[in-house]
C-alpha cells in the first residue's frame, strides 16, 4: 500500500461546522455552482494567501463540475483512471471521515482528519492509501500525488459556514 499525505491545512471554522458539512456529502454538492463563480475563484484564491494560483484555481473549478454527490457518496473523475465513486465507510465524530472506492480499478481509502485549533478554527490533513503495482504506480504516482493536495486546497477553500 502506497500512502500519499496532504500537507496540514487550516480552516477558520469551527471543528463541529467543519465536520457536519464534510460528514454529509450532499452539503459539498451546493458548492459546485459557487466554483463556476469568477468572484468567489478570485476571493478563494485571496484567502489561500498566494498557495492557490489562478491556473489550479480554474483545474479544481473544472474538477469540480464533474462531481456528483449524494449522502454517502462522491463520484469524480480522475485522469488518468476515469470515473472514481468514493463512499464513506466510518465517521467518527469531529475527528474522522473514512471513504473507500466503490468502482476503481486501483483499491484506495481515503480520510480526512480534523482536529482543533481554537473556538474559531481546525485543521484538516487528508490522506490516501492505494495498492498500486509495479506498472501501475509508475503511472499514477505523480498524478495522485498532486490530486490529493488540490482536493485538501479545495475542502480547505469550501465556506462553511455559508448556510449554516
Do not use: H
Amino acid at each position: 500500500m502506497e500512502k500519499f499525505e496532504s500537507e496540514v491545512k487550516y480552516i477558520s471554522y469551527p471543528l463541529e461546522v467543519v465536520y457536519n458539512k464534510m460528514a454529509d456529502l450532499n452539503n459539498l454538492s451546493a458548492i459546485k455552482d459557487r466554483f463556476s463563480d469568477p468572484n468567489f475563484q478570485s476571493a478563494a484564491i485571496s484567502a489561500s494567501g498566494g498557495k492557490v494560483s489562478e491556473s489550479q484555481m480554474q483545474s479544481i473549478a473544472e474538477k469540480v463540475q464533474n462531481m456528483q454527490f449524494d449522502t454517502d457518496s462522491v463520484s469524480l473523475d480522475v485522469n488518468p483512471v476515469g470515473n472514481v465513486t468514493l463512499q464513506i465507510i466510518e465517521r467518527e465524530l469531529n475527528k474522522t471521515i473514512k471513504f473507500e472506492t466503490a468502482n476503481s480499478p486501483v483499491p484506495m481509502n481515503m480520510w480526512i482528519q480534523l482536529l482543533p485549533v481554537s473556538t474559531g478554527g481546525c485543521k484538516m490533513r487528508l490522506t490516501v492509501k492505494a495498492e498500486l503495482n509495479f506498472f501501475i504506480r509508475k503511472m499514477v504516482e505523480k498524478p495522485l500525488r498532486e490530486g490529493v493536495e488540490k482536493i485538501a486546497d479545495m475542502l480547505a477553500m469550501i465556506p462553511y459556514g455559508y448556510g449554516n
